[in-house]
């Protein structure tokens, strides 16, 4: 009786997700193996052209970008991110509460307008460059905005809330008796930290790690801001392909590509995470 109940509780979660996870995922699985006309209707042959069209290098090039920039970033959120969550994890109550507001008050504002705020501060005419000149660093303006860094920069930026959140909840929650047995036992603070603290947050790291590389591998708005047209994503080029170009089968099979690729990265980011956890127990 208990595992049926169990069941049927778990009979809307299998119907949500089916219904707005499986079945939209199927579609477009479909849609990748269809041609189109010349009007760019969805034309139903079933082809795998728009798989080898992938293959180009120029969408090849393009997609190594974007997972390149997703690492990067979700490296860089997580250097930042992992000092702040501690620093906040081990303050007093009300530090805590300032600290959360801090990182969690970017999510009150609207993403479109944040990101803008960045075109302010980072065009040839905007704040950066303003107060460059007026102390006599630079003479003439420099090309910040529409470049690698700005995105970069934007990235970091929009996705620090989503890396610092999970490691600080795994923070929180870590048996903080380890510490005080390691410090009776005379280990130092960097041994603690490297075989007690860091472990124990592995979950919060991997959640975090997740969060951003997926979000960022999948974001076009900071692209198309911060980037213009000399920087592209592979969610750029699925966005044209969809409302642009009218190219359906080719938008729906990078869509599959992304899928999968990024499902591998993940479970092999995962693997290695739990390779070193196992590594740090056999060796303590």
Not at 78 to 106: C, H, V
Request: aromatic share 14%; hydrophobic share 55%; with cysteine.
């Amino acid at each position: 009786m208990r595992r049926w109940r169990s069941g049927l509780g778990l009979l809307p979660v299998l119907f949500w997700l089916s219904l707005f996870l499986v079945v939209p995922m199927l579609i477009v699985v479909v849609i990748s193996f269809m041609g189109r006309d010349e009007l760019g209707n969805v034309v139903f042959t079933f082809q795998a052209s728009s798989y080898a069209t992938f293959f180009d290098s120029l969408y090849l090039g393009i997609y190594w970008d974007t997972i390149v920039l997703s690492v990067v970033t979700t490296v860089l959120c997580l250097l930042f991110s992992y000092p702040l969550a501690y620093y906040i994890a081990n303050a007093g109550p009300r530090m805590q509460t300032w600290g959360l507001a801090l990182i969690t008050i970017p999510f009150w504002i609207n993403f479109l307008i944040r990101t803008y705020a960045w075109v302010l501060l980072l065009r040839t005419q905007g704040v950066v460059n303003n107060l460059l000149i007026q102390f006599g660093w630079i003479n003439e303006p420099l090309q910040l905005l529409y470049t690698k860094g700005a995105v970069l920069l934007g990235m970091v930026y929009t996705f620090i809330p989503f890396m610092v959140l999970p490691i600080y909840v795994a923070l929180e929650q870590m048996d903080k008796r380890l510490l005080e047995a390691a410090d009776d036992l005379g280990a130092t603070r960097w041994k603690s930290f490297w075989h007690i603290t860091l472990p124990q947050t592995k979950s919060g790291i991997m959640t975090g790690s997740v969060l951003v590389y997926v979000s960022t591998s999948g974001m076009f708005v900071v692209t198309d801001i911060l980037g213009g047209a000399k920087s592209a994503m592979i969610s750029n080029i699925i966005q044209s392909q969809f409302l642009g170009a009218r190219n359906w089968p080719f938008g729906a099979a990078l869509s599959v590509i992304f899928v999968i690729t990024s499902l591998v990265l993940i479970a092999l980011f995962n693997r290695a995470m739990t390779s070193r956890h196992l590594a740090a127990k056999e060796g303590r």
